[in-house]
């Protein structure tokens, strides 16, 4: 079978790992998130400001919860017990790496790019200068570092690690010190809320160091199924 | 195809788990024997491309292992000893996906659903499957995508007698240039299907040949003793079978000497050939 | 039950658990916690909210290795051959429970003995430089805080572990995290439509993470009964969820078992149940402030309506307003909460119309004993907050009048929105009456008002700033008598009689008072508790500079920095920001928290109603020009508090786009004169909401509002 058509193939069949309650439970949550976030905002429950606020926390805070998940979950064939199996398969580990990063990446996508919809109708109103483009890249990215650090532990063996690994850089952002120092120091790239909160640099700065960041960890996530591999084969 | 395996070493820090292994195996099903620890499971992960030895050399048709691991991949089916599935998957949505994987044709992955006799059950999850249908998902994915090399550890674990008699079937389709390596502890399971076969001992190679070269090992060493229901066990002598027939007790025994006056000289299965050759206490007889 | 069978098993899983790597981490990660985070001078409570965030992620890793460790023995089919012994299942899942609760016990035990010890000698030395006895009480009390708050967070998270461990693999973990960050966010949006499930959602260090108000009300004491109740709550609730887990254990012999689902069943309802004394605080505090609303205010309904900014009232043109000349006041709080007040009032009819009667505004909740007008008895009628009282005969334009009014009411005046602030109280440690409250009589028929809606809103309490008394400074004497825990009330001296007295011409009398120890240094006046009396925060030499900085562009002096109950947003809804009071400012854990507040303090000196945008939108929001000119006031004054550097390293709030009108006007302006702009600016707002107008010169060549 021809290289392109079998990746698409796996590609496709991903979708077989992220088939997953919480996955899946979560993505509709977020979808309807919006869309929810809109009707208080017509009802008057949620002010402009609240309304812009809630948009914002959804992009940069909880969005990329889903990556963390999706991306520990995309693995599961991958798990210590599924190896033996999984290994002998002919698939190339990089070739099944990428399939699953980006299974988890183009839903990621579409996801994120919801949100940022209804952001040009509420800039318009608020007489703002934010786009929408803005809040998509902010989701984007933050969702990519998480992404990539689920992958990276899942693909070494460690699922929980790569998760939990996630998810502290997650709660450390939440806390201010922690965070502000984080963005001071790897300029903004670790910096999860920096569109929230602010940062010491300018977002799109911001947004080329978290790129960045994402992209070399995802690199190193893309290698690690084939490092796992080889490591199995040293040792019983 | 052939399987060519010179002066092959496998050791874990100071465990040997396989010394200097010399075969070779040609197209056909060869049955791989030998006790818990003698290093089956190691040499067969070793062909599987799970492990790389320490020292030697392995040449799977024209591939060389390790370097070409990845082409020996595309014609290997596997199956290993102890392996897990992902429970929420159907039966059939796995094998469409390892399908996927071996880069076969999603269609074999329903031919082999009939093959194995897990129609009914292709669309419940794996996760309610017993273990004998487990088992028999492993077996259809290893036979997904026609291997040329296949290597089965313990196929019939699980399996109820219907099911091994078919799985023998299965295994041991010939197909022009297929070399099977099954290894098992059921030695009846090898006397239906198996060209030739290897036992293991202690990571050594103690007897490679037919089933017959095997049988004959015991050649003179198994007698049948048949005495009151309540007579002791003869000295000296390795019980193969006992039973109770007509109020009087039937013992088979394995024994390098006449165990008791009236005992009778049978003529050997391969199993006690292998009983032999292992010995009482894992002590090679000579 | 402590057969030799269970001695064996606990003594495996003991064993099992000691011997993995994995409990290793999480017993040096607890007294690293303690060592590295938080501020070594902060009393103790405030180090234990600098500490909980890190704890929390401490206890999700320990909730993790919970789930992981009660996964195990289905992971690797051990639980199946221990089942089948003759051990009754729940002992097994005992024995697991226990060991590990001894990771559970050790990691508090890191964590809590090292703050006992630190409690005390805090109160020790804060003492000593008080000059007083130890304050056993209170280091008790505080005490007691810190070994509940954190026996709730680690035995919550062992049980909450444990839960999640039900689930196979990776879901435990995914639901563990989901969980904890849920917890922090929708109690917060909850509360302002449904109260209770603070228990069920809340993680135990929601109070001091996910609510710094209540955490903030807490080191001022004013909120132990809710957080005994939510903590409470969390500690016997993961107590009864872990008796429940174990007695569930049996069902793994067959999860269909009737039994088992009905002991899962009744495992929520033990959850549910143990959430009842909490759900009964709640309700209580929350009937208690619908109570306070009826009473102080007028009453509205919440829904998910929020009513925007009310527009100004235009102020009835036929009805004229006495003008304030002086005011002497004798209040007396020493039974709280009653306040008892008498209010001899000046009042002088306009220059430009005669008066027949007086309107005044005085808080519904004081009932007016008795009114007298020059010395003699006149009847007077009392509506809401309206106090008519008529002439005997009109009032010439000009013509003066004294009138003097006896009430009295019980001041406890609470915002919907649970574990948020009083808008007025007074109690034995804190007294909190602000001017625009109305606890003395206010010229006119001022306008309360009253919004009530979701977490992110808040009341107003403001006295409608478009009346004209706004712009007097009558003559204030006024004489407070305060519960004795009361040691300063900001802005009044102590007299020998222990009564606090203020005589000065004023705008407005704010009364805020609390059990703090007053210290003055470089003219700003610091109100310091006891707990950090022997450090003394608050006058360390950063802070010196930035206030010094901020009352230089601000023009408000004098300042006072006072630990606040309350929050700043309180305050200035609450109209304490007064350039004739005082500017009260937060002091923060250190120089970046409190840059953080003060800029909070000048968002709210310089608030504005525009449009949709209320004035209790957060700092994150930008885009108009009074933002630019905040962020313009923070750099000037951190560039001449610290230097250019630190005003670089300014956290921005949020990503503001430039203002190029604000950027253009101190582009060609010079210094001296936006500190000028910047002074007006902030005068004008402390009498009046600024209006556009207000904001003309920005595009005027002038360069002055």
Redesign the interface.
């Known amino acids: 079978m021809r290289p392109g058509r079998r990746f698409l193939r796996l590609l496709a069949a991903q979708g077989l790992w992220l088939r997953n309650w919480p996955v899946v439970l979560l993505a509709l949550g977020f979808a309807v998130l919006p869309l929810a976030v809109r009707w208080l905002g017509q009802t008057g429950a949620l002010t402009l400001a609240g309304q812009y606020k809630a948009y914002q926390g959804l992009a940069e805070c909880y969005l990329p919860l889903w990556a963390l998940v999706a991306g520990a979950v995309v693995w599961s064939d991958a798990e210590p017990c599924h190896r033996p199996l999984l290994f002998p398969w002919p698939m190339p580990s990089c070739e099944l790496a990428l399939a699953k990063l980006l299974a988890v990446g183009i839903v990621y996508t579409l996801m994120a790019g919801v949100g940022a919809l209804y952001l040009p109708a509420l800039m318009a109103r608020a007489g703002g200068q934010l786009s929408g483009g803005l809040v998509f890249l902010r989701a984007l990215l933050s969702g990519s570092l998480l992404l990539a650090l689920a992958a990276l532990g899942s693909a070494l063996s460690m699922p929980w690690v790569g998760m939990a690994l996630g998810a502290a850089l997650w709660f450390a952002n939440l806390e201010a010190g922690t965070a502000l120092w984080l963005d001071a120091h790897t300029r903004g790239a670790l910096h999860l809320l920096a569109w929230v909160r602010g940062s010491h640099w300018p977002l799109a700065q911001v947004n080329v160091a978290a790129a960045l960041a994402a992209l070399a960890l995802l690199g190193v996530a893309l290698a690690a199924l084939g490092v796992a591999r080889r490591r199995a084969q040293g040792r019983a | 195809m052939d399987v060519e395996i010179k002066a092959l070493d496998m050791r874990y820090g100071r465990h040997i788990a396989l010394r200097g292994i010399d075969m070779t195996l040609s197209e056909g099903v060869t049955g791989l024997l030998g006790l818990n620890g003698a290093g089956k499971s190691t040499l067969m992960k070793i062909l599987a491309t799970l492990l790389l030895p320490t020292r030697g050399q392995v040449h799977i048709g024209s591939w060389r292992l390790p370097r070409e691991q990845a082409q020996v991949r595309r014609c290997l089916g596997y199956l290993p000893q102890e392996f897990g599935l992902p429970g929420n998957l159907t039966g059939r949505e796995y094998l469409r996906y390892a399908a996927i994987m071996k880069d076969a044709p999603e269609r074999e992955a329903d031919r082999w659903l009939s093959e194995v006799a897990l129609d009914e059950a292709a669309n419940r999850r794996l996760g309610g499957y017993s273990g004998g249908m487990k088992q028999r998902i492993g077996i259809a994915q290893a036979l997904l995508g026609d291997p040329d090399l296949l290597v089965v550890d313990e196929p019939t674990a699980g399996l109820d007698p219907e099911q091994r008699a078919h799985l023998r079937t299965l295994l041991a389709q010939r197909r022009p240039g297929r070399v099977a390596l099954i290894s098992t502890h059921v030695v009846a399971d090898l006397e239906q299907v198996a060209d030739r076969v290897v036992v293991l001992h202690k990571g050594e190679v103690r007897f490679s040949g037919t089933l017959d070269e095997l049988a004959a090992r015991a050649e003179g060493c198994v007698w049948s003793l048949s005495g009151p229901a309540n007579a002791p066990r003869p000295l000296g002598a390795q019980i193969i079978a006992e039973r109770l027939q007509e109020g009087r007790m039937v013992r088979r025994l394995l024994s390098a000497a006449r165990p008791d006056p009236s005992a009778e000289p049978a003529a050997p299965t391969a199993e006690e050939g292998y009983l032999s050759l292992i010995g009482r206490g894992g002590e090679v007889e000579q | 039950m402590i057969t030799k069978p269970f001695r064996a098993l606990l003594a495996s899983e003991l064993r099992q658990l000691w011997r993995s790597l994995l409990p290793w981490p999480l017993i040096v990660a607890a007294p690293a916690v303690f060592i590295l985070v938080g501020q070594w001078q902060a009393p103790a409570l405030e180090r234990l909210v600098q500490m909980q965030?890190?704890l929390?992620?401490l206890g999700?890793?320990l909730g993790?290795f919970a789930a992981?460790t009660w996964q195990r023995g289905r992971r690797n089919g051990s639980d199946e051959v221990l089942l089948a012994w003759p051990l009754p299942s729940w002992q097994v899942g005992l024995a697991r429970t226990l060991a590990l609760g001894t990771l559970t016990l050790a990691c508090w035990l890191e964590v809590t003995l090292p703050s006992l010890i630190y409690t005390m000698v805090s109160y020790a030395t804060a003492a000593q430089a008080a000059g007083m006895a130890l304050p056993w009480a209170q280091a008790l009390h505080d005490s007691g805080l810190i070994i509940l708050s954190l026996a709730a967070s680690f035995l919550g998270a062992q049980a909450l572990g444990q839960l999640a461990g039900a689930l196979?693999?990776?879901?435990a973990?995914?639901?563990l995290?989901?969980y904890?960050?849920i917890a922090?966010?929708v109690p917060r949006l909850a509360a302002g439509i449904l109260q209770w499930p603070y228990g069920l959602l809340a993680t135990p260090e929601f109070i001091w993470?996910g609510n710094s108000r209540l955490a903030a009300g807490l080191q001022a004491h004013l909120y132990t009964g809710l957080f005994l109740a939510q903590q409470g709550f969390w500690v016997l609730g993961s107590l009864g969820m872990l008796t429940l887990l174990i007695l569930l254990f049996r069902s793994r012999r067959d999860a269909r078992q009737l039994r088992g689902k009905l002991l899962a069943g009744a495992a929520l309802l033990v959850t549910v149940g143990a959430a009842a004394p909490f759900i009964a605080v709640e309700h209580g505090f929350v009937a208690a402030q619908w109570r306070a609303i009826a009473e102080y205010g007028e009453a509205v309904k919440p829904s998910?309506?929020?009513?925007?900014a009310p527009a100004p009232r235009e102020p009835a043109p036929s009805t004229p307003v006495a003008v304030p000349v002086g005011y002497d006041l004798a209040v007396d709080l020493t039974r709280p909460p009653l306040a008892q007040v008498q209010a001899t009032v000046g009042l002088q009819a306009p220059a430009d119309a005669p008066l027949d009667a007086l309107t005044l505004t005085l808080r519904r909740c004081f009932e007016v004993d008795a009114v007298s007008l020059d010395g003699a008895a006149a009847p007077f009628e009392r509506q809401n907050d309206l106090l008519r009282i008529p002439l005997p005969a009109p009032l010439a334009p000009g013509q003066a009048v004294t009138v003097t009014i006896a009430y009295h009411g019980n001041v406890a005046d609470w915002r919907l929105d649970p574990y948020e602030t009083p808008a007025a109280l007074a109690s034995t440690g804190l007294v909190l009456l602000p001017a625009g409250w109305g606890w003395y009589p206010l010229p006119g028929e001022q306008r309360l008002t009253w919004e009530i809606?979701?977490s992110?809103a808040v009341f107003r309490a403001l006295a409608d700033r478009t009346q004209p008394f706004n712009d007097a400074e009558p003559l204030f004497d006024v004489t407070v008598r305060a519960p004795s825990a009361i040691t300063d009330l900001t802005g009044f001296t102590q007299q020998s009689g222990g009564s606090w007295r203020l005589a000065a011409k004023r705008n407005r009398v704010n009364l805020l008072g609390g059990p703090w120890w007053k210290r003055m240094q470089g003219g700003i006046e610091y109100a310091v508790p006891l707990e950090e009396l022997d450090t003394w925060r608050a006058g360390s030499a950063d802070l010196q500079r930035l206030l010094a900085a901020a009352q230089d562009w601000t023009g408000v002096a004098p300042i006072a920095v006072v630990p606040s109950p309350v929050g700043l947003a309180t305050l200035d809804d609450a109209g304490l920001l007064d350039e004739t009071g005082f500017g009260l400012i937060e002091p923060g854990a250190?120089r970046?928290?409190a840059l953080?507040r003060f800029e909070q303090w000048l968002r709210l000196s310089l608030s504005l109603p525009a449009g949709?945008?209320?004035v209790w939108?957060?700092a994150?929001?930008?885009?108009d020009e009074i933002a630019a000119l905040r962020a313009l006031a923070s750099t000037r004054i951190v560039t001449d508090a610290y230097g250019s550097d630190a005003a670089a390293?300014l956290?921005?709030?949020?990503?503001a786009?430039p203002d190029t009108l604000v950027a253009a006007w101190a582009a060609r302006t010079p210094a001296a004169a936006q500190k000028e702009a910047l002074r007006r600016l902030v005068h004008i707002a402390q009498l009046r909401p600024l209006a556009p107008a207000d904001l003309a010169f920005l595009k005027d060549g002038g360069g002055q509002p």
């Open positions: 965030e890190p929390a992620l999700l890793a993790a992981w196979p693999g990776l879901a973990l995914v639901l995290i989901l904890r960050a922090l966010f993470g998910l309506r929020l009513s925007e809606g979701m992110s250190g970046d928290r953080m949709d945008f209320s939108t957060q994150g929001y930008t885009g390293s956290p921005p709030a949020g990503q786009p």
